[in-house]
């Protein structure tokens, strides 16, 4: 994927020239119109009509691009709405559009002050279309107050002076009237664009995509090589996904990682950045391809970015329909049905109209794997087999190893300081951020969380609050986030609409919430249809003296931001899964429902960790969350998802002391709170003061197994491998048939040099899981360092047969044998000074080796020559 950019172009030298040559042309001839509109949308905080008529289209278009520059530099986001045939009610038009996902987090991001609407394209009507336009335009005048932004119509004279007579109640309630009069063309006229071409202008212009394009700051990520169940916390499996550590300079740019690979797989803790990363490679891609195209190049290959969410899968199984629908969305009429979109992934000639004989490939994004419904697994194999040939990209939240060993893997890393304030000037702008992220470096749990994009994220919009100390735990965190929001709507609603509008109290709001988030989080729900939305909402309110409607509920809520509807309005879900999660411990808190009844089994804890972890810090009785988690501590899973519970407040001592004195009742509960706190540290990266609780937890209770076993991980971790050896033996004393303890114990003295005890500890993982595929792999190493290749071969063809695409397997079987049938190998076996070397690297000198034979008494070496060849006696 050397070929594919991914930085926003810049206009050519004579081009940029000629673009500002055109805008001073602009500002000289039309001073007086250019002044008054931008006046106006200056002041016009909460909405307003006005309406412009320009009969010359191709000045209408360097006008939009004009003001679209002017406008930034008000921090104003101009955004064009092309009105369609589809539908004349432009009231409802633009309802729709606002109330869908991109646009409202173009609006939460709070990069720019206001938004604009420029809407044209209402000279494509016809007679009996422009009249309807008209009459909805009357009669919904007073609708138009719903929409808080400024809309600016652009019109000809003759729509203008039909506009006047037809809809004189609009015509005389609107604002002010510009006119831009034709001027000497120095524009190329636009023509219709072709169907790709129009879809990534589509995406260029999209403001889901296009507003990463400024606020996207670089994220790092660090490979997975090797990734083996021996390399993942028994915890962890296909559940949590431990932090990527920072190993030297093996993290690096996401994008220039994905640059590298043509599959790869992104992991990452919600709101690590996943789904932003994918939105900014979407936009820059398309900007990359729309100006290639636009280059005629049909040489170059073209990239053309597909963004998927896989949650959409609940609402249909198949893949094919999910990105039909957004070809349709964005303009693409000309691919008419699923059958000629999979002509169009498959470069069919059928279809060489829509790829007009360009040397396309599409880069398929499939955001969220963890949020697709288990069952259509299947139809998703079949996608990713019959478009192999093109680039991939899949998210995840957990690691699945059925489907994702296959690709390359790397983990999304947490924000450094460096990031945190590079993210806060994003979104603050440079004396603000600068402050917010100093005031972040100051305090340790705002540290820690703010490493975290989506919590820095809520830092930006809580730190905005007069003397209001910033959160120091996630739940609070999400729970002052989210407050603010509803207060914004409360306020706003009223400013709005005042008293002809029932006003929805912000804890209406909040209990509406909560019984959303809830019910989804238990039924596993990304989206959930929109009448159904209406009906919890009014089970949530029966009973209670409201004014308000559940459709005035419901509204707020979407006006809010916090809930989003889907393209076609017909279904509805959270702003992030991570705020569900929040609403859903919410949930809990109120009706008192404890968290164990959901904690019931290994895919129900990785389901409700999050619900789980915010519950924790938004309690006030943190001990009855601790016990409901914890239960006699025998469940490692549990012990894990306590860890990092106990993260909220990990550096908050008063929270801590008040805590253990609730929990640590008896020296055995003692034992396994310090057990849980030394875990707890190990997520933060703290391995020394780890290592302490965990001793600690030793010393109250001996026979704590999982303490032996994360204090044997952090010794290896730590380098002190013997200290790491007594621990992990005396976690298989305890129990005997702890798989991982072995692979632990077998690692550690692989490390060591100590091969064949090493060996026996992965036979005897192999013996306790006999159709694990990594045990085979790791006795397979063994015997590779050891030289017994033949054994090694044997090893690495077992786990192949129970896993056909472990890749790393392959390899290593490919490596042995090759040393099989390289004869000249024994020979540098023999050699002492290069026995240190892998055997890929004696193999690669291998292959360089030429046998030369010499009779008797034969000169091989004179004294005094120069030295040009290495020898190397074999015999004699």
């Not at 664009?193 to 260029?204: F, G, M």
């Not at 030394?678 to 010393?699: F, I, K, P, Q, S």
């Not at 290593?812 to 690297?841: C, H, N, W």
Request: hydrophobic fraction near 40%.
């Amino acid at each position: 994927m050397a070929d594919i950019k991914v930085v926003q172009p810049q206009l050519p030298v004579q081009e940029r020239k000629a673009s500002e040559e055109l805008d001073d042309e602009i500002a000289r001839r039309y001073p007086e119109q250019v002044k008054l509109l931008l006046s106006m949308l200056r002041l016009s905080k909460w909405g307003g009509i006005a309406t412009v008529e320009c009969d010359d289209l191709e000045l209408r278009e360097r006008l939009f691009r004009y003001f679209e520059k002017q406008l930034r530099q008000m921090n104003i986001y101009l955004y064009p709405v092309e009105v369609t045939e589809e539908d004349l009610n432009l009231v409802r038009v633009l309802r729709n559009l606002t109330d869908r996902a991109g646009f409202k987090d173009l609006e939460l991001l709070g990069r720019y002050d206001n938004i604009v609407f420029f809407v044209y394209g209402m000279e494509k009507y016809n007679e009996e279309q422009q009249e309807k336009f008209l009459l909805w335009l009357n009669l919904f005048r007073d609708a138009t107050t719903l929409i808080r932004q400024p809309i600016v119509l652009w019109a000809t004279s003759d729509f203008i002076n039909k506009m006047a007579k037809e809809a004189p109640d609009f015509w005389a309630w609107k604002g002010m009237l510009f006119r831009f009069e034709s001027t000497p063309s120095g524009v190329i006229r636009r023509v219709k664009l072709p169907p790709l071409r129009r879809y990534l202008q589509s995406i260029i212009e999209d403001p889901d995509f296009s507003v990463w394009s400024e606020l996207y700051v670089p994220l790092r990520a660090t490979p997975l090589t090797g990734l083996k169940a021996t390399d993942w916390r028994e915890a962890f499996l296909q559940a949590f996904l431990p932090k990527a550590k920072e190993r030297g300079d093996e993290a690096k740019d996401v994008i220039s990682l994905v640059k590298q690979k043509e599959q790869i797989v992104i992991l990452g803790e919600p709101g690590s950045g996943k789904t932003t990363v994918l939105k900014y490679l979407t936009w820059s891609l398309a900007r990359e391809a729309a100006d290639r195209w636009d280059e005629d190049s049909r040489r170059k290959q073209l990239v053309i970015p597909i963004f998927v969410r896989l949650h959409q899968l609940r609402r249909t199984r198949d893949v094919e329909e999910v990105i039909w629908s957004q070809f349709q969305s964005h303009g693409v009429q000309e691919i008419k049905s699923k059958e000629e979109l999979r002509k169009v992934l498959s470069m069919a000639p059928e279809v060489s109209d829509i790829i007009e004989d360009r040397r396309l490939r599409f880069m398929i994004m499939l955001d969220g794997l963890n949020e697709m419904p288990p069952e259509n697994r299947p139809v998703l194999e079949e996608f990713l087999y019959r478009y192999k040939d093109h680039y991939l990209i899949i998210t995840s939240r957990f690691y699945e190893e059925d489907l994702l060993s296959r690709y390359p893997v790397v983990v999304l890393n947490e924000l450094s300081d460096e990031d945190i304030e590079r993210y806060a000037t994003a979104y603050l702008g440079e004396h603000r951020g600068q402050r917010l992220a100093e005031q972040i470096r100051q305090d340790p749990l705002q540290r820690e969380l703010s490493r975290n994009p989506l919590a820095l994220y809520m830092f930006t919009k809580v730190a905005t609050e007069k003397e209001s100390p910033l959160p120091h735990n996630k739940g609070i965190l999400f729970q002052r986030f989210t407050e603010n929001l509803l207060r914004r709507t409360e306020t706003e609603w009223w400013m709005l609409f005042g008293r002809s509008k029932s006003k929805v109290a912000a804890e209406i709001s909040r209990e509406a919430l909560a019984y959303l988030g809830l019910t989804m989080q238990r039924e596993k729900a990304e989206v959930i249809n929109r009448e159904r939305a209406y009906w919890l909402i009014r089970e949530t309110t029966f009973g209670m003296s409201i004014r308000a409607s559940a459709q005035d509920i419901f509204e707020g809520l979407i006006y809010s931001g916090l809930i989003r509807l889907s393209r076609d309005r017909t279904a509805v879900g959270f702003m992030h899964h991570a705020v569900r999660e929040y609403f859903a411990a919410a949930g809990l808190l109120k009706r008192g429902e404890p968290i164990s009844w959901y904690l019931t089994t290994p895919e129900d804890l990785a389901h409700w960790s999050g619900t789980a972890v915010l519950l924790f810090g938004i309690s006030s009785e943190k001990s009855l969350v601790y016990w409901d988690v914890v239960q006699d501590g025998e469940n490692y899973n549990r012990l894990w998802l306590a860890a990092r519970c106990l993260t909220n407040i990990l550096f908050d001592n008063e929270e801590m002391r008040r805590l253990k004195a609730e929990v640590a009742q008896t020296p055995k509960a003692e034992g396994t709170f310090q057990l849980v706190w030394g875990m707890a540290c190990e997520l933060m990266g703290d391995l020394a003061e780890a290592a302490e609780h965990l001793e600690e937890a030793l010393r109250l209770d001996s026979n704590l197994v999982f303490a032996y076993y994360e204090l044997g991980w952090i010794y290896r971790q730590l380098g002190e491998r013997q200290k790491a050896v007594e621990a992990l033996k005396e976690a298989i004393n305890l129990a005997p048939s702890f798989i991982d303890a072995h692979n632990q114990l077998g690692i550690t003295y692989y490390e060591e040099g100590e091969y064949a005890r090493a060996l026996m500890c992965f036979q005897r993982a192999l013996a306790l899981e006999p159709y694990n595929p990594h045990h085979y792999y790791n006795i397979g190493m063994v015997h590779k360092v050891l030289g017994e290749y033949d054994r090694a071969a044997e090893a690495f063809s077992k786990a192949l047969n129970i896993k056909p695409d472990y890749e790393d397997a392959r390899v290593q079987l490919e490596i042995v044998q090759k040393a099989m049938a390289t004869p000249a190998l024994k020979v540098l076996d023999r050699v002492y000074f290069l026995q240190g070397l892998s055997l890929e690297q004696r193999l690669q000198i291998a292959e360089r080796l030429t046998p030369v034979e010499y009779e008797a008494g034969e000169s091989i070496i004179k004294q005094g020559e120069e030295g040009s060849t290495f020898y190397i006696i074999e015999e004699g």
